[in-house]
């Protein structure tokens, strides 16, 4: 079983920035494609961003792209997801996810997540 945890959430105003990391348990995580998904209140979870194992591709949800960054450090077993020019439509709960298989947009296709991390954007 991985374990996944994730940090660097908090507060911050419209336009400004925040590093979300995510720590995976385990010898393989290096084998892992990784995902950020985020969820606000009465909405459905929403695919973010996405890495496959070696790092050599990845994916974002258009809203994102040009603003958040995602890359990983295998070495330290941590993925993470730079956001920069961050709005108040940002704000949700921040999830990491391990797929043994895919880089993928689709949260089935992931098999363990963290227990996410609170990102709110104030206007």
């Known amino acids: 079983q991985v374990q996944l945890v994730e940090s660097g959430g908090g507060l911050v105003q419209a336009g400004g920035s925040l590093r979300l990391s995510c720590a995976g348990s385990g010898r393989t995580f290096s084998g892992y494609s990784m995902g950020w998904f985020r969820q606000a209140p009465g909405k459905e979870r929403e695919f973010v961003a996405t890495?496959?194992?070696?790092?050599?591709?990845?994916n974002y949800v258009d809203s994102v792209k040009g603003r958040f960054t995602i890359s990983r450090d295998n070495a330290k077993d941590t993925v993470y997801l730079q956001m920069n020019s961050l709005k108040p439509e940002d704000t949700a709960t921040y999830y990491c996810?391990?797929?043994?298989?895919?880089?993928?947009?689709?949260?089935?296709?992931?098999?363990?997540w963290g227990q996410g991390t609170q990102v709110t954007v104030s206007s």
């Open positions: 890495i496959t194992s070696g790092g050599d591709y990845t």
């Open positions: 996810a391990a797929s043994q298989r895919f880089a993928s947009h689709l949260p089935y296709h992931y098999n363990y």
